[in-house]
């Protein structure tokens, strides 16, 4: 499956059945720091149906199958502060970091839009190289996720809400 560099070899599985058990994951021994863990093999029942996907770099101009958050370990946004700043704070950091933007909002119907200025951004993923969608609102996100999500030193910053 095309993915982001960073995701290049990582495993992903979908396993055919109605409540996911047909395939195990064996973790890997030690710290695992990535966000859907990391596994070093699978237990697979001989009888059924189970699919493995393993991540692939993107090839140039093609769009992942597995998006990911913009900021997450390895992508343009990791550890940078952006989520409920407005379009117009956030749109310097995209040129900086090299990415171009489309936007979508549930306010608008999940449309792609030009983003006004003063909006906020509430999350973006990564949907191929350089290239992200932005979700952005009227206002802040009430519930924005945790700044440390994906950025452990984030909470160990003084301005860490």
Known sequence: MPTAPASAGQTLYVDGTRDNSAITPIQAPGTCARFAGCPAGFRIPVRGHAEVLIGRAARPGERYGLMEHIDMEGRPFHCVEFLNRTVAEVL?????HGVRAEFTSYAAGGARLPAPAGWY????????????????????????????????????SPSHP
């Open 121 to 156: 951004v509430h999350e973006g993923i990564m949907v191929a190289d350089g290239q992200a969608l932005l979700l952005v609102g009227p206002a802040p996100n009430p519930r924005p996720r945790a700044r440390d999500a994906y950025c452990p030193a984030a909470a160990e």
């Open 92 to 96: 310097p950091l995209l040129r900086e």
